[in-house]
């Protein structure tokens, strides 16, 4: 079996000295780690790590969009991968999954490999709708889409109300949505790809975690940033 993926999804977490501290203690990370660092700090890591993710893009390749990042532009930096439609984007910066579907257009028109984040409310989990959520997000965010395939997109699956929450659900909760997620993209698409769990993991229950059959890895927020969670996590997964 590959080993399993992580993607460190940094968010606005780190100053410079942060960084700095970070990338003098974990000088190299091993190929199955993806680092997503906040976007002005991405050439200082793409120093150290080969597997860099911006953690949004526009939909748009190059013009006057103040504020905004290119996929086009990523791809000549060096990073391959971009997280698309983060449940913070999503509630923050109201990105519909019309938005999300046109950003992940554009980051495979592009080269940049997909990680798309689904995940179903606390109320949509409280009433039982968790798997009609991850469905028409599924099918909202690749409709129309001949580009994706099961070497360019990943499926972050990321409960909402266990984002930095340190809650998380059931091992039996996450098995469940994660074989339901591959069905459908199967079923639909014709195609298996990775899903990861994501949501308040770290070094403490990704031992827990990790025993759950069906996932091919997590994406981590909060503890991504410090160095001794990301060196006890690395070793749980990689053995
Ligand atoms: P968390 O974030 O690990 O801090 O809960 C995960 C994520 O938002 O990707």
Wanted: with cysteine; aromatic share 10%; glycine share 6%.
């Amino acid at each position: 079996m590959d080993s399993r993926t992580l993607i460190f999804n940094m968010k606005m977490y780190m100053d410079i000295n942060d960084v700095r501290n970070y990338l003098t203690q974990l000088p190299k990370l091993p190929d199955n780690v993806i680092v997503c660092p906040e976007m002005m700090y991405i050439p200082y890591f793409l120093t150290k790590y080969s597997n860099i993710s911006l953690q949004n893009i526009y939909s748009i390749n190059e013009g006057a969009y103040t504020g905004e990042v290119s996929a086009q532009h990523a791809k000549k930096l060096g990073i391959d991968y971009t997280v698309i439609g983060h449940s913070e984007r999503r509630i923050y910066f109201q990105e519909d999954d019309n938005m999300i579907n046109a950003k992940i257009k554009t980051a495979l028109d592009n080269d940049l490999k997909v990680i798309l984040c689904i995940g179903e409310m606390l109320e949509d989990y409280e009433k039982g709708n968790t798997e009609e959520k991850i469905f028409s997000q599924i099918m909202d965010d690749l409709f129309d889409n001949n580009k994706f395939n099961q070497d360019n997109l990943i499926i972050a699956y990321e409960p909402v109300w266990a984002i930095g929450t340190g809650k998380v659900p059931t091992n039996e909760e996450i098995s469940k949505t994660v074989k339901f997620i591959k069905q459908i993209i199967l079923k639909q698409f014709g195609i298996n790809i990775k899903v990861m769990y994501g949501g308040s993991v770290n070094s403490s229950n990704i031992e827990s975690l990790n025993t759950i059959d069906n996932i091919d890895g997590f994406m981590v927020g909060g503890a991504s940033t410090k160095v001794d969670e990301v060196n006890k996590m690395i070793k749980v997964v990689n053995g």
